[in-house]
């Protein structure tokens, strides 16, 4: 810029042309510094997919495939050169890739299996959750793959085609302990969804308690349990499995949500007036932590309102004593959540 300034005192012309060469190695130098960023992104993806126990060759697979799809590297684009581009082209960040892979050691025959049986059950259990795959592609599929077996039993429990999918099932529990075992907790939370269905609350809490005792650590088999014990008018015991989920991740938002339901299922289904109350407090609390976390600030401040309101109420009950410790986690609440709603980074 200084000499843009400089040159204008001699050349308007020349001023220009400094000033426009110095844009363009700012924004050249701003673009190398976007390619230099993803290629770190790049070989830290590599590793930290290798940790997780995913094929580190995956990575190259992805970008040949990419630098098919890509319009950069169509024939009318072939004379953009690299250096102007704010990425690399994909047939570079292919070769880079690829001898990155090289030096992780190659997956064992069995490795290469069980990615490729998990890669068969989540491809169809998105496919038929998406409304994607329709009965005749199921069934066909379902031929030789165990993950369209699971998806075509999902989806004749969705049909309310219950003999159609409880045959499927049968077939599904006369493999060898071991294909069973390669289809969990999948095939659980399927059967669970099936009974669950049937109106079978009882015996979808059975099947998906077996599991999470075996999966503790399984986030979707607990919400899948809590809604199940909810449903079956175990709220107290939805709250347990919950709670933790919240703790570890405060913005669990299906988390919260759950939580609401089982606090207004207790709410109408129990026989005590006084848990009755403090359980559509708490509906209104877990309602307000939804909305917050959904960027809903005027909501969730007027469900907390709300629960402030019913709270004061039991003031000048029996249930004061209890009220008191509820009605400060609830002012803390509203102030936390007004903090939240003016906070302008």
Known sequence: MLAAIAASAVDGDAAAAVMMGSQTASMNSSM??????????????????????????????FFA?????????????????????????SNERLSESQ???????????????????????L????????????????TTAAKNSLGAKLALMHWYGEQQRFTDA??????????????????????????SQLLSE???????????????????????????????????NQPIKAQ?????????????????????????????????????????????RYRSYDQLWNGRYESALTSLTQAKQLTENLQTTEQANSARPLLANINAELKAIKTAKDFKP
């Not at 590793?47 to 990575?59: C, F, K, N, S, V």
């Not at 190659?106 to 490795?111: D, E, G, R, V």
């Not at 015996?203 to 809590?226: C, F, H, I, K, M």
Request: no cysteine.
């Open 166 to 191: 409880n045959k499927v099932l049968a077939e599904i529990n006369a493999l060898s302990s071991t294909q069973r075992q390669s289809l969990e907790p999948l095939l659980s939370i399927t059967h």
């Open 198 to 232: 049937q109106g079978k609350m009882q015996q979808t809490v059975d099947v998906l308690e077996s599991q999470q005792r075996l999966y503790p650590e399984r986030r979707d088999l607990r919400l899948y349990l809590a809604e199940a014990l909810t449903n079956s």
């Open 240 to 284: 347990a499995l919950l709670k933790p989920l919240t703790e570890q991740q405060p913005s669990d938002r299906y988390a919260w949500q759950s939580l609401q339901l089982a606090n207004e299922k207790l709410a109408k289904t129990t026989t005590s007036p006084q848990l009755a109350n403090i359980a559509t407090i708490n509906a209104l």
């Open 99 to 121: 001898s990155r892979a090289q030096q992780y050691p190659a997956l064992s025959l069995s490795q290469q299996q069980r990615h490729q049986a998990l890669f068969d059950l």
């Open 32 to 61: 190398a510094f976007s390619r230099s960023n993803e290629r770190e992104a790049d070989r830290v993806g590599m590793q930290i997919m290798t940790q997780a126990g995913y094929d580190p060759r995956a990575m190259p697979r």
């Open 123 to 138: 491809y169809w259990r998105v496919q038929v959750t998406g409304k994607h795959a329709s009965e005749v592609t199921l």
């Open 65 to 89: 495939t990419m630098n098919q799809q890509s319009q950069l590297n169509q024939v009318e684009n072939q004379f953009l050169p690299s250096f102007v581009r704010s990425h690399p082209l």
